[in-house]
């Protein structure tokens, strides 16, 4: 074994976080050469000591798939429905993990399937109602809320009691869509 093997894996091993690129590995590691770490990263695959979810990304064997559907497109953050039924506000179950992002995209790994949906682009990079937990982007209830409605004006929800109308106000002028203000405040009485 070279001795940037006997780096890399106690390295990776060593994270929090659970998905990797090789250019996310070469920042961890600094000066070793990025041929080496793709080298690296393959054989660790190959032997089952991460797994190859998607081309260019490797992860450890449990990885989330949170995480992923963050890192595969960049800027993105979780929302729709994905986030809307992780707080109640839909109760139709879906594995399908959906995200906001600069473009449209349906894809498939392993056994769930990411969704990315285009938002514009001031929209998607404005951080207001957008948290990190353990290094993945997340909607608060009130921006997945209004993510859904601006892009789908008949969406239907099953429960908006964990809406904050404070903060659905405060996002408003975010979509800068009067449409949407109109139907936000027959949905939430604003």
């Known amino acids: 074994m070279n001795s940037s093997r006997n780096v890399i894996l ?3 091993l060593a994270q929090s976080q659970t998905v990797f ?9 600094g000066s070793t050469p990025i041929d080496n770490i793709s080298w690296n990263l393959n054989y660790y695959a190959k032997n089952g000591w991460l797994v190859n979810p998607r081309r260019g990304f490797y992860a450890k064997p449990n990885y989330n798939p949170e995480e992923l559907a963050n890192k595969l497109i960049t800027p993105s953050y979780l929302s729709l429905t994905y986030m809307l039924q992780k ?10 993990i959906t995200a906001v992002s600069y473009l449209s ?11 990315y949906r285009r938002i514009k682009e001031i929209i998607l990079i404005d951080p207001r109602g957008i948290e990190q937990r353990n290094g993945i982007s997340y909607a608060t209830p009130e921006r997945a809320f209004l993510d859904t409605l601006y892009l789908n004006s008949n969406f239907t929800f099953d429960n908006l009691s964990c809406i904050d109308k ?6 408003l002028p ?3 869509n009067k449409s949407l203000n109109k139907r936000v405040a027959s949905l939430i009485k604003i």
Not at 105 to 115: A, G, K, Q, S, W
């Open 10 to 12: 106690p390295t990776l």
């Open 21 to 29: 690129s090789c250019d996310s590995v070469r920042l961890l590691l």
């Open 87 to 96: 707080y109640g506000m839909i109760f139709q179950y879906s594995e399908t």
């Open 105 to 115: 995209r349906m894809i498939p790994v392993d056994n769930f399937l990411i969704e």
């Open 166 to 171: 404070g903060a659905v106000e405060a996002l």
């Open 174 to 176: 975010i979509y800068s």
